[in-house]
């Protein structure tokens, strides 16, 4: 006989979650959501190649290090005004509807100010900030308005991740994860590929124009998507925010999961992994050109090889996650992959087609870590817990984000001499810190053996 649900709401949740077009519609609009957000958030990457060029040509171009405050900037205040413990409040307390609405809106303000800035200001005059020492003033306010649309970004990516959580639940999860995965890679891929070529022939300010009419399309999805909860809220005669006492989200709970030693190894990872990562895709673009001779119109399409692998094979690996497991032994292989890849960078091998094979392989990692990563939170962490749960997850990546390009610019700013760069000492940080990846990922495995939190095995429940 079945087992019938605990309570009322786990009813709810069930008899919406058996609906197979309800929640892949939900996946759907949400992912779209976050896609547009990837758009801005890595559309200024290839734009490097321009920015730099002005001021070697003696104009009043950006230097190395100002990019990389620029790259860096996105999660100032996420960082310093804990503005995604905030978020993650705002979510557990308010729920998905309200914390999504706010999120784009944020992002949408942030992408309209840096695109403002480009658009309507000269680099002049040379400003001199507490921290961030002298710089011009068109970098001071576009990294003031990257830094907006970070809070906004971020606590969409804690938003979706929870919306996906609650419909995919005992279900299809690492699949939902691994697709809204891909779309966001999509959207990366599309701001490496086609960035640079639109900003040679149309200006520089036309493909930032693009990214804020994409976030603002997100924004319209989103709404679309509140109101199709709500109609199946409706339908269920329940509300989102109605939720029993053993529900409802307590800060007394959170000392059970800040105990938890596999909640901390997953933060770590998380941080490490993507502090190689995202930096790396930042200054991409200006490698293929400078080391791998790589003309400037094609030198992002080298690049963007990583996030269009990530859309085929993390689906695949996250399907895979669903029906056979082994989620900790894949976050072993996929920073192994990672950091072997970036040290070959490193290596004095200059021709384009190791380039190619190279981002090809990290196509690899950049899909099989994450397919595995974010769907193991929910083993470790409680559902009323998981939006701050999330937002201390993305805290700390957040310190690495902000810090690592910041580090890089200058180590490039350095290694420096006319136009000839030198990338071997920023490619071994890279790949220092995919050791540490690999450290962590092998104490989780570790763990998740001793305390047995499931991350080994399927994520479909057949009962």
């Known amino acids: 006989m079945k087992q019938k649900p605990r309570n009322m709401r786990d009813q709810v949740r069930e008899t919406i979650a058996s609906k197979a077009w309800a929640r892949w519609t939900v996946l759907a609009i949400v992912s779209f959501t976050m896609m547009a957000g990837y758009v801005v958030a890595k559309e200024m990457s290839p734009l490097q190649f321009m920015l730099e060029k002005a001021a070697q040509d003696g104009g009043m171009g950006w230097t190395s290090g100002e990019f990389g405050i620029f790259a860096g900037s996105r999660g100032f205040f996420n960082v310093f005004l804990l503005m995604l413990f905030v978020g993650g409040i705002i979510l557990d307390k308010m729920g998905v509807r309200f914390t999504g609405i706010l999120s784009c809106v944020l992002m949408l303000t942030g992408a309209a100010a840096v695109y403002g800035t480009i658009t309507f200001t000269s680099p002049e005059p040379m400003w001199n900030l507490p921290l961030l020492g002298t710089i011009k003033r068109q970098v001071a306010l576009a990294a003031l308005g990257f830094a907006f649309f970070g809070i906004g970004y971020e606590m969409c990516g804690i938003t979706v991740s929870k919306v996906v959580v609650r419909w995919f639940s005992g279900k299809e999860m690492a699949l939902a994860m691994g697709l809204q995965v891909a779309m966001a890679r999509l959207g990366t891929a599309l701001a490496l590929n086609f960035s640079l070529p639109i900003a040679l022939n149309w200006g520089l300010p036309k493909p930032l124009l693009i990214g804020v009419f994409s976030v603002g399309v997100g924004l319209i999805a989103y709404l679309y998507y509140c109101t199709m909860d709500r109609r199946l809220d409706k339908v269920q005669g329940k509300q989102d925010n109605l939720q029993g006492d053993d529900e409802k989200f307590h800060f007394a709970d959170m000392k059970i999961t800040i105990k938890n030693p596999g909640f901390w190894l997953i933060t770590l990872l998380c941080l490490f992994y993507y502090s190689a990562l995202y930096p790396f895709l930042d200054f991409a673009t200006k490698l293929m050109i400078s080391k791998y001779g790589v003309e400037a119109e094609l030198a992002g399409a080298i690049p963007s090889i990583l996030p269009y692998t990530s859309i085929v094979l993390t689906p695949l ?147």
């Open 317 to 463: 690996f996250g399907a895979w996650l669903d029906n056979k497991g082994r989620g900790a032994t894949m976050m072993v292989i996929g920073s192994v992959l990672l950091t072997i890849t970036l040290f070959v960078f490193a290596m004095p091998l200059n021709t384009s087609w190791i380039a190619v094979t190279l981002m090809c392989v990290l196509g690899i990692a950049f899909s099989l870590l994450p397919a595995a990563l974010w769907p193991a939170v929910p083993k470790i962490v409680p559902m009323k817990q998981l939006g701050t749960s999330y937002s201390i997850i993305y805290y700390i990546q957040n310190i690495g984000l902000m810090l690592i390009p910041v580090l890089i610019g200058k180590v490039l700013e350095r290694d420096t001499v006319g136009e000839q760069v030198d990338y071997t000492h920023s490619l071994i940080i890279f790949g220092i810190v995919g050791v540490c990846a690999i450290v962590t990922a092998t104490a989780l495995l570790w763990m998740d053996r001793r305390r047995h939190y499931g991350l080994e095995d399927p994520n479909i429940d057949e009962k």
